[in-house]
Structures are given as C-alpha cells and as structure tokens.
C-alpha cells in the first residue's frame, strides 16, 4: 500500500511522507522535503519552490515545478505507467483516426469501443502482460515536433483513474473509467 504525496495527493510514497527523505513522486515530480514544515515554507530540494506553489502548479501543468517538465524522459514515463498498470485490470487508448498505425497496433490487444468521438478511435481492452512488454518496450516516437512524445498514442486511461494525455507529456490520477 502506498501512501499519498503531500503535493499531487496521489498514492506515490512507499512508505509515509516523514519517513521519505528525498523521495521524488513519479508522477508530480516533487522531491518530498522532510525538513520543511508548513505549506509556505520554501524548499531546498524542489529550488525554493513552496509546497502550495507545487500543488497550484501540479494542476495547472501536470507537474510541481514546470522547468522539469522535458527532464522525466521516456524511462521516467515508462516506471510511472508500470506502477499504475499495477493497479489496473482495463485500458483504454484514443487514437486520432488518421493514426492508423497505431490504430491497428492497439487493437492487437483490445477492440473498438463505441463512442461520440468523430475524429478517434477508442480501443478498450485487458491489460495483460503483452499488452505491458508493448507499451513498455515500444521505441520513444522520433516526431516530436508538436509535443516530446513519450508514446505513439495520443491518450492512454486504465480503470484505476490512471492517465496518460497528449501523446505522454501529461500524466494524471483521477476518477476511475467507467
């Protein structure tokens, strides 16, 4: 069981914030600072960032502190999308319907689902230990001239309320898939 960051309240620490000296959230980016004590109080390990600045920037940009946003890379993207596969028993991917590769590449592990959407492709499925090896294993896509994409599929959701948005560089914890 995982405990919650102080920053993005997602249930990222392995053990209780006080004991994680230095623990940075997969997901936020935060590097848990045992030794400040009020929400207000700058941070040595997050650049003089306060907790309350990490929060209101957590929730405007995915991430605590902005100027990381390009530095958690593949491998990073990769660790936090096999920690919440963990927890997951269903996907879902959207695709833009132009995307056909990747269209045909996801339907090797789910099907089609019904949606509103007119211009993706929403294909659901298990999440299964081939589906994991694809995702986890696939090449970091090379056009990156609109986004550092960390994956060829524009959204990834499990039903934990785990998300993976525009094509990576955004990844949320949120309600539970329907």
Avoid at 76 to 92: H, I, L, S
Avoid at 137 to 152: A, F, H, L, N, V
Wanted: charged share 25%; with cysteine; proline share 6%.
């Amino acid at each position: 069981m995982y405990d919650r960051c102080p920053c993005c309240q997602n249930p990222t620490f392995p053990v209780l914030p006080q004991q994680a000296i230095a623990y940075i959230c997969p997901v936020c980016w935060w590097e848990n600072d045992v030794f400040v004590d009020g929400e207000d109080v700058p941070s040595d390990e997050n650049h003089g960032l306060t907790l309350k600045q990490g929060r209101e920037n957590f929730y405007k940009y995915g991430i605590c502190d902005p100027r990381l946003a390009g530095k958690i890379g593949n491998r990073g993207w990769r660790d936090v999308v096999r920690m919440y596969a963990q927890g997951a028993k269903t996907f879902e991917i959207h695709c833009w319907k132009e995307e056909t590769d990747w269209i045909k590449l996801a339907m090797d592990y789910g099907a089609v689902k019904e949606t509103e959407f007119s211009n993706m492709v929403v294909i659901r499925g298990e999440i299964t230990p081939a589906f994991l090896e694809m995702l986890l294993t696939m090449e970091k896509p090379q056009d990156t001239e609109i986004y550092d994409k960390m994956t060829p599929f524009f959204s990834i959701f499990f039903d934990n309320g785990f998300s993976s948005e525009h094509y990576g560089t955004e990844l949320y914890f949120g309600p539970q898939m329907d």
